[in-house]
């Protein structure tokens, strides 16, 4: 059982920090807090399922292909939507919203509600110290361990990666540097939602899929970043994996109870912020000027 714990704390943790780096992202850059997120997610996981089984297209393509269809997607939402309404936190809160349950809705209506399986990406199991892991559990935390290098390296060796990270800090002050500011916010939004389309790729094997499978991560990254500290990358993946661990542990230490995972981890964030109001991690973001 132990093992178990380990195997599936690490996948669906990894998970859930991919998916809060790339909603931290956006809020740390943009500002804003996009309920849509996850919609991403379960449409990567839709589009795999459809361009491999419907269309026929190796599965590989058929993750490509998706992870850039809803990296444009996401994009242009960002583009055309969200970037006009900006300013206004309460109009973006239901815009973001209203977008994930129309994607949501042109999902329902493309594919139907008929519970699906997304297509394995590997086969077959290796054993870990006498422990069968199957291989695919093993990529999913491989791709998930190298994208998160990845995306840390990108932010603190290249010159774009600073030149995001100066906007988070100071919106007006990366723009006097000459930082062009909504650019920034554009090749983070393409980065968050490639993330979020990423997940959807990873799981899309490990279990059915549904028009509503965006709900239940949208309440826990909501609950990871807030524990985590909002707008911090480090605190996004230390909360990711204190309430990914925490969901496993429920289900398998109490089956019976399985359904409470969710309260569980949010319980423990709540106690947390209790403690301390800021998170783990918080940052207090400096106030725009003028």
């Given at each position: 059982?132990?093992?178990?714990?380990?195997?599936?704390?690490?996948?669906?943790s990894g998970v859930y920090a991919l998916l809060a780096i790339g909603f931290s992202l956006i809020?740390?850059?943009?500002?804003?807090?996009?309920?849509?997120?996850?919609?991403f997610y379960m449409l990567a996981a839709y589009l795999i399922f459809h361009l491999n089984t419907a269309a026929g297209l190796n599965v590989y393509l058929s993750v490509f292909l998706a992870i850039i269809?809803?990296?444009?997607?996401?994009?242009?939402?960002?583009?055309l939507i969200i970037a006009r309404i900006r300013q206004h936190e309460s109009t973006t809160l239901i815009v973001t919203i209203a977008l994930a349950v129309i994607f949501q809705e042109a999902v329902l209506k493309g594919f139907g509600g008929t519970f699906v399986s997304g297509p394995k990406l590997i086969s077959g199991e290796t054993g870990i110290f006498g422990v069968g892991v199957l291989n695919q559990h093993l990529l999913t935390f491989g791709v998930v361990l190298l994208l998160l290098l990845a995306?840390?390296?990108?932010?603190?060796?290249?010159?774009?990666?600073?030149?995001?990270?100066?906007?988070?800090?100071?919106r007006e002050v990366a723009n006097l540097m000459g930082i062009n500011v909504p650019g920034m916010e554009m090749?983070?939004?393409?980065?968050?939602?490639?993330?979020?389309?990423i997940a959807g790729a990873l799981v899309a094997p490990l279990g059915v899929l549904t028009p509503g499978m965006w709900m239940h991560p949208l309440i826990m990254i909501l609950a990871v970043v807030v524990l985590g500290g909002l707008g911090s990358l480090k605190g996004s993946l230390i909360g990711a994996f204190i309430l990914g661990f925490s969901e496993i542990l429920?289900?398998?230490?109490?089956?019976?109870?399985?359904f409470l995972k969710t309260s569980v981890a949010l319980t423990i964030m709540l106690i947390v912020i209790m403690i301390k109001p800021e998170g783990l991690f918080g940052i207090v973001f400096e106030e725009e000027r003028g």
């Open positions: 059982m132990a093992e178990n714990i380990i195997v599936y704390g690490l996948v669906w809020f740390g850059v943009a500002r804003i807090v996009n309920l849509a997120h996850t919609a269809i809803v990296t444009i997607t996401g994009t242009l939402s960002y583009r995306t840390w390296a990108f932010l603190m060796k290249t010159r774009t990666g600073v030149a995001i990270r100066a906007t988070a800090q100071d090749i983070t939004m393409a980065i968050s939602a490639a993330l979020a389309a429920v289900v398998f230490l109490a089956p019976s109870g399985a």
